[in-house]
């Protein structure tokens, strides 16, 4: 089976470890994954106490560093082009590419927005939870600045999508009014069934998928019930069966946020994916299981792509 996951924190957890790619004791581990292909998103997280230069050269090492762990591991093939992902599956390999998340990795200077697309980065997740210099996040007042404008502008140029995962209300819709190509969320649920401000609510969710989005299903206890205690794989499914009622069948995704984020505990890494799939399939049929669980993605970045 083949799974396509759109956000993990394996790379910056794995650098403080001195880990790899496999057998690293994290939640996403390749060797967990036994005979089953993945391609992975590795985000790069920038803190919201980095700011400037800072925040900056904390990227270059991490990115160094796991760029070397990619080179170095067996049976992984780094993309530029994520939709290529169906190749490296069917040469039996695992693929990747590279993500940031947090904004305050430009250092306010518009530039680097180039940088990033040279170092293989494809989505840049606006803000976490704080402000920064493009808007606020979902613990911060305050939308999209202009710095933000510009930076959006020039990530649509430089092939970057916008990630609106941890953004506030009003930064949201200011992303929306100024995008001129489509925004995924990687890693959120549904409001409406976890009122917590890092999930969508219906309208947002609805806004992504009219302009030819994706959004991925978180699965942090947090985001999937609000006594996270008792949160499980069939909390997904309820996220997941609300969205295709609100006709996400080509918008959902799974973006598991692996290495940033307590599990279920009958999800607690990456080797319970299959069974993961299994309780999709049983639930909606193998079409739509399919789609959410690789298919649409790989749509999207080839729609995306093309354009």
């Not at 598991?256 to 299994?278: E, H, I, K, V």
Request: hydrophobic share 40%; charged share 25%; glycine share 10%.
């Amino acid at each position: 089976m083949n799974f396509f996951d759109l956000h993990c924190d394996t790379a910056t957890v794995a650098i403080k470890k001195g880990a790899g790619l496999s057998r690293n004791g994290l939640q996403l581990d390749l060797a967990k994954l036994g005979e089953h292909r993945l391609c992975q998103s590795y985000a790069v997280f920038i803190p919201d106490h980095l700011r400037g230069d800072a925040a900056w050269q904390y990227f270059v090492r991490c990115h160094a560093y796991w760029q070397g762990q990619i080179a170095a591991a067996d049976g992984m093939t780094l993309l530029q082009y994520p939709t290529d992902a169906k190749e490296s599956w069917q040469d039996g390999k695992n693929a990747c590419f590279f993500a940031v998340e947090g904004g305050a990795v430009l250092a306010g200077e518009a530039e680097k927005v180039s940088d990033l697309a040279k170092c293989g980065v494809r989505m840049l997740t606006l803000t976490w939870n704080g402000e920064n210099e493009l808007a606020g996040g979902v613990v911060a007042a305050g939308g999209l600045k202009p710095f933000g404008r510009e930076a959006l502008r020039r990530m649509e140029d430089n092939n970057i999508i916008a990630d609106v995962s941890h953004l506030n209300d009003e930064s949201f819709w200011d992303v929306i009014k100024a995008a001129g190509r489509p925004v995924i969320a990687t890693h959120s649920n549904s409001r409406l069934l976890c009122n917590v401000p890092r999930n969508l609510t219906d309208d947002q969710f609805g806004c992504i998928a009219e302009r030819g989005g994706l959004v991925g299903l978180n699965f942090y206890t947090g985001f999937l019930r609000e006594d996270r205690e008792h949160a499980c794989m069939e909390d997904i499914l309820r996220h997941a069966e609300h969205f295709l009622n609100l006709g996400g069948e080509d918008v959902l995704a799974l973006g598991s946020d692996f290495d940033g984020a307590a599990m279920p505990d009958d999800l607690p890494d990456c080797g319970a994916l299959p069974m993961l799939y299994s309780r999709l399939t049983d639930a909606f049929g193998l079409t739509i299981s399919e789609k959410i669980c690789y298919k649409n993605s790989l749509d999207f970045w080839r729609r995306y792509d093309t354009k």
